[in-house]
Each structure stands twice: as structure tokens, then as C-alpha cells.
């Protein structure tokens, strides 16, 4: 109990420094919010596109397999219908009989209320679709979804992929971008929001490769999540997913999950889709073998990471209270400033200006910040609770042998670097 309590502090405290120092706000706060929205703030938003840019990097440019997209967010209704999501994308609802609040009925253990303590009313099944309509009349005919999932355009846009852009099977096409779930409960700060962002990849495969290329996939995604990200490997959870529990698409899925805070909860998941989609969006067989000249559905392996989660669960594993100081250790290349550079004196003109010129010349490189507020020793921890990895500081021995102090974020110690070594240095420390 007293272990829970803690978790919960460390919560608030991270939800805290996230509103404090500009990292993720509540959505349109000054009208009260909406719906558990969050709005990622200047330090937030470097952060994610660190995250985004080295997904797109390691699997996409660095792979001779690996294509892009970036689909349209509404798409023909036809799709979620032939996907399925119409019919099988729903969760059980239950209703409050005395309070009318509603709950998924998977999160509630007990017939009672969780608020109010009143009789549950029976499950019903609800969609998860989020609705609007395209054009002036809000009728039937103009009804659309916003994608639950960035999948399906990847499956729609099959033949086109492979059509210009001369990949053979195996070959994967990846997508970032937002999707929206009409969740029943949303809940655990950006845990589980309406309005979420995924990076997905489709990976296409013969059928009989499935289970090689699933074992692949499950090892690249354990690589990312350790090597690239650096997350604890004693926080992360491998769960099969057992049958009746699984997407109405998946024949096999593996749950990554990590101890949050609130729990262990699932961070990423890796699916074999089979040919389900393929099959159901296109008549006729949409690959041809070149050698054998036969025509078949590509199978499909999709590992499936979320962008949130990454940001949460990287926040959380960084997060490190010591003594004097909260510290984010984020790996320098993920860290939203790699650097800061502090003139010693504000009231020096001569310190200013080369801690100026400094941070002008480093600007164009790195993503970089200027503090000359208060004395050292606070702007030092102000960086480390953002996780800046390096500080450099102008002082009088600067002046006379053009070098800077600089400082490391984890070990505190400081070393003396030539001004003119300085862009070498940050690459080699932040690569
Ligand atoms: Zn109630």
C-alpha cells in the first residue's frame, strides 16, 4: 500500500515537472480542459520529434526494406467496413443505473458503481469510431471516421507502394501519425487519450515466413526499446495475448508491456495480421511473384509502437530524484536541448558577449539554449531537470585561453574544452 501511494506521488510529481517546464500541457486548459487532451508544450514536442525522427531513421533509411507514407487521416468509410472496425472495433460498456456515469466493463470488477456505488446496468457493446461528417449536411451519406489506427492506409495503399516504388516481398511500408479512439475511459495523464499518435509499420511477408519474421520483429522491437530509447530492461514485459483477447485481425499478438507508475501497462504491440487485410480490401490477388509469376495476399507481420507511451515511459525510466536535485537521464541524443551555455556573470559584458557568440555559432547545429539568470549553481539543476546532457560556461579563464567549462549532466563533472573543439565534442557526447 505504502509501495502504491509512492507510485502515485511519483506521478504527480512527473505530471508536475511536465506543466512546470513546458513538456506536456492539459488541452485548451484555460476553458477547463477537454476529455483528458494534452497539448505538448516547446520542450514536449522536441522530445517526441526526437523519438519520431529516430524511428524513422533506424527503420526506414537505414533499411533497404522499408518505404513511407503519410495517408490521409479520414478516409473512405468503405475502409472500416471492409477492415472490420465498423462491425468488431467495440468495447463493453456498462451504465450506472443511480449516477448514469459509464465505465468499460473490463475495467470494473465488481456490479457496483465505482463513483457513486449504484447498480451497474447490463454490458453493452460500443464502437470506438470517432464520427464527424464531410460537407454542409450532417446526414448519413456524409458520415466518416477519423482512422482508429494508421494501418489500413498501408494496406489500401498496397499496390501503389509497390507499383512506384520497385520493392519485392519481403518489404514493409511505415506510417507516424495521430489516431483516434472514442475510449470509454481515457485515463492515466497520456497514457490512454482520445486522441493519440502511433508509428506503425506493415511488414509483408510469404505466409509460410510468419513466424520467422514475428521472432524478428519482436527482437528488433526489444532492441528499440532498450538500445535506441535505453528504457530499464527489468521494466519491460513480454505478454502473448491469448485467444478471445486478441484484435479481431490478429492471429498471434505479444504485448510489450511497462511498469508505469499506475502499473504495468502495455506500451507497444506486435501482431500477425495474416492476409485479413489485404484480402478483404482487394478482389483480386494484389502481388505477383517474378520468378514464379504466381499471384497471392502478402501475409503481414505489424509491430506497432506508440508515440505517448514512448514519451511517458521515457520521462518515468529518466526521472531520477537525488539529493540536491531532480534529474531527467535522458540519452543526449532523445534530451529535447542538447546544450546550454551560461556566461558566469550577467553583468560581465566581456562574458556575455563570447557566451553569445557561443551559443550562435552551436545554435545552427544543436538544438541549444542561453541562461544568465540567477548563479550557476541554479541554472545547472534547472537543465538537469529538463535533461540537458551538457552546460557550458563562460567564465574569466575563457578570456584568457578561449576555452569553457563544461558540465555533465549525470556524473556533475566538469571539464576544460577549447572553444573551438566544442562542436566536435557535442556530436561525439550526444551521438
Ligand atoms: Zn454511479
Redesign the pocket.
Known amino acids: 500500500m505504502k509501495e502504491k501511494k509512492e507510485e502515485n506521488n511519483l506521478m504527480e510529481k512527473i505530471i508536475s515537472l511536465c506543466k512546470r517546464r513546458g513538456f506536456i500541457f492539459p488541452g485548451s486548459e484555460i476553458y477547463g480542459g477537454l476529455a483528458n487532451s494534452y497539448d505538448y508544450g516547446p520542450l514536449g514536442v522536441e522530445l517526441k520529434n526526437n523519438i519520431k525522427n529516430l524511428w524513422w531513421k533506424r527503420f526506414v533509411h537505414q533499411r533497404n526494406d522499408m518505404v513511407g507514407i503519410d495517408a490521409a487521416l479520414i478516409m473512405n468509410p468503405k475502409v472500416w467496413e471492409a477492415s472490420g472496425h465498423l462491425k468488431e472495433f467495440s468495447d463493453p460498456l456498462v451504465e ?1 443505473k ?4 459509464r465505465f468499460r466493463a473490463d475495467h470494473v470488477n465488481s456490479k457496483k ?1 465505482p ?4 447498480v451497474l446496468g447490463e454490458s453493452r457493446q460500443f464502437n470506438l469510431m470517432l464520427k464527424t461528417f464531410l460537407g454542409p449536411a450532417e446526414e448519413k451519406a456524409n458520415e466518416v471516421f477519423f482512422r482508429p489506427e494508421t494501418a489500413q492506409a498501408m494496406f489500401v495503399d498496397f499496390k501503389n507502394v509497390l507499383e512506384t516504388s520497385r520493392k519485392k516481398i519481403p518489404f514493409g511500408i511505415a506510417q507516424t501519425g495521430k489516431a483516434f479512439r472514442n475510449e470509454i475511459t481515457p485515463g492515466n495523464f497520456i497514457f490512454r487519450t482520445r486522441e493519440f499518435e502511433q508509428m506503425e509499420i506493415e511488414y509483408f511477408i510469404k505466409e509460410n515466413d510468419w513466424k520467422d519474421s514475428f521472432k524478428y520483429w519482436q527482437k528488433e522491437m526489444w532492441d528499440w526499446m532498450t538500445d535506441a530509447l535505453g528504457l530499464k530492461k527489468d521494466s519491460i514485459h513480454e505478454s502473448d495475448v491469448p485467444d478471445g483477447e486478441r484484435a479481431h485481425y490478429s492471429k498471434k499478438t505479444i504485448d510489450f508491456e511497462y511498469d508505469f507508475p499506475f502499473g504495468k501497462s502495455e506500451l507497444y504491440g506486435l501482431a500477425y495480421r495474416a492476409d485479413f487485410d489485404l484480402k478483404n480490401h482487394f478482389k483480386e490477388a494484389p502481388y505477383k511473384d517474378e520468378e514464379t509469376g504466381e499471384k497471392f495476399y502478402p501475409h503481414v507481420i505489424e509491430p506497432t509502437f506508440g508515440v505517448d507511451r514512448s514519451v511517458l515511459a521515457l520521462i518515468y525510466d529518466a526521472y531520477k530524484e537525488e539529493s540536491e536535485r531532480v534529474v531527467l537521464k535522458l540519452k543526449p541524443m532523445l534530451a529535447p536541448y542538447k546544450v546550454a551555455v551560461f556566461p558566469l556573470l550577467k553583468n560581465k559584458p566581456e562574458l556575455v558577449k563570447i557566451a553569445r557568440e557561443i551559443y550562435a555559432g552551436l545554435k545552427k547545429e544543436f538544438n541549444a539554449v542561453f541562461d544568465d539568470r540567477g548563479n550557476i549553481g541554479k541554472r545547472y539543476y534547472s537543465q538537469d531537470e529538463i535533461g540537458t546532457p551538457f552546460c557550458l560556461t563562460v567564465d574569466f579563464e575563457s578570456l584568457e585561453n578561449n576555452d569553457v567549462t563544461v558540465r555533465h549532466r549525470d556524473t556533475m563533472a566538469q571539464e576544460r574544452i577549447k572553444i573551438k573543439d566544442l562542436v566536435k565534442f557535442l556530436e561525439d557526447g550526444i551521438s
Open positions: 450506472c443511480k449516477c448514469k456515469r458503481c463513483d457513486c456505488g449504484g
